[in-house]
């Protein structure tokens, strides 16, 4: 059967159908080269339409549930915060590093969405409390503002999940040539994985005591450029609200035409990338670079303000979900993930971060 046509977004992302993913995935080689290869326009990341109807109002729900949640009372956010893990399970705000410097611009909730408890030795819970501790769920008697949570939050972190994990075996003839272990299995390395973590992130307006510029607005003004440090990373739309006066979150237009995701493509060209909001986007992260030596390289990234009229009052959320192996799998001769992950953690929170 001859593979299907390569098809793109208008900014030049690899598209490809739902339907052909679970119903011939290994028809899909050629697509997954274009998107994840080393060509200097391949940008890394790969965008599945044709989702099931269930999948928008999943991600409304939820992404409605980060506003409300990332505007509730600070010390009611706190009661979430869980710095034993590093803030990796819970509520998270200011206390990772980016350029150098606190993150108070956004938000995070962070969840395993596929396991609740990981089934794990205990030296290797208190080995690695980032991967390996308990989820920590909004309750909702004392907060009825975010009821639901928890269900919305696993139902779309489960459905991402999924269809990662169908991309995973669609992708498994091109990444199986460039592992520097060939026995390796990448759908089974991300199923059977413990250490699933998804993010649902809130970027908050710019504050009005230090707006952005409207010119010369950098492009890493929302999120600083960074990698992942997963196999592959799921991402949704993002969604832009305003709260109105009820404090009900609005969906409104972003607020500008350079508001949004950046990638460098593999040959260091700037591309802003927009997912339809019927649609998923996978990326490639530092742990598939490791475990490949560097062949398939993970995607850069940033998110821009895009400053525009208004913007003082219009947030960003989206929801991420990073797949990657358990931490005693070997990436390198010397490195686990569990090690590698130690240093990414080193980078990005300093033992003081915790008490800021």
Known sequence: MQ???TEYTPEGAVSISYTTLTSSPL????????????????????????????????RERLLKLAHCFANLPYDVRERYAHPESRYSFGWSHGKEIMNGKPDTLKGSYYANPVVDSPQVSAADRLAYPEYYGENIWPNPGDIEAVSGFEQAFKDLGRFVFRVGCELAVACQ???????????LS????????????????????????????????PIDSWCGFHLDHSLLTGLCS????????NGEPLVVAPPSQTSGL????????LTKVSIPADCLAFQTGEALELATAGKLRATPHCVRVGAGEGMGSISRETFALFMQPNTDQQLTATETFGKFSKRVFEEHYKEDSATM
């Open 3 to 5: 593979p299907p046509k």
């Open 27 to 58: 028809s899909l080689t050629t697509s997954i080269e274009k998107a994840f290869g080393s060509s200097p326009d391949s940008l890394g990341i790969i965008v599945v339409r044709d989702l099931p109807e269930t999948y928008k109002s999943s």
């Open 173 to 183: 003839p091109f990444a199986s040539t460039h592992l520097t272990d060939s026995s």
């Open 186 to 217: 990448l759908s089974e390395l991300i199923r059977s994985s413990q250490t699933v973590k998804a993010r649902l992130l809130h970027y908050f307006p710019p504050a009005p005591d230090s707006p952005l510029p409207a010119e010369d607005e």
């Open 238 to 245: 993002a969604m832009f609200l305003r709260q109105q006066p």
């Open 262 to 269: 950046y990638i460098r493509t593999r040959g260091g060209a």
